[in-house]
Nanobody, 126 residues
Framework: VQLQASGGGLVQAGGSLRLSCLAS????????LAWFRQASGKDREFVGS????????TYADSVKGRFTISRDIAKDTVYLQMNDLKPEDTAVYFC????????????????????WGQGTLVTVSS
């Protein structure tokens, strides 16, 4: 499995969850990872991204200030810490990856990513 997402669940509004994405990063030379989400009946949307080389992550406006992306180099794992969750954050969350860094304007384009995890469901109750 190239990407394996985990950590989803049911949480009340205002609560927190941390998602993990274990990447076969070295085998496939994945250097740029992103989180997307897809709510029921809606298109998949960009949440945020991180470059393994260490620059600051980028975030969608809808999650900025509430979500944080980080990486653990030793564990080949990217995390999505989600705080102050809202019912509108309810979605299946996917991690995605590609080999090369993306320019800012391209990061939200899901077609730019070569690998996708299976998704993990986050449900936020009001």
């Amino acid at each position: 499995v190239q990407l394996q997402a985990s950590g989803g669940g049911l949480v009340q509004a205002g609560g927190s969850l941390r998602l993990s994405c274990l990447a076969s990063r070295r085998r496939f030379n994945m250097n740029f990872l992103a989180w997307f989400r897809q709510a029921s009946g809606k298109d998949r949307e960009f949440v945020g991204s991180i470059y393994w080389g260490g620059e600051s992550p980028t975030y969608a406006d809808s999650v900025k200030g509430r979500f944080t992306i980080s990486r653990d180099i030793a564990k080949d794992t990217v995390y999505l810490q989600m705080n102050d969750l809202k019912p509108e954050d309810t979605a299946v969350y996917f991690c995605a990856a590609r080999q090369n860094r993306l320019v800012l304007s391209a990061r939200a384009d899901e077609g730019q990513y070569n690998w996708w995890g299976q998704g993990t469901l986050v449900t936020v109750s009001s």
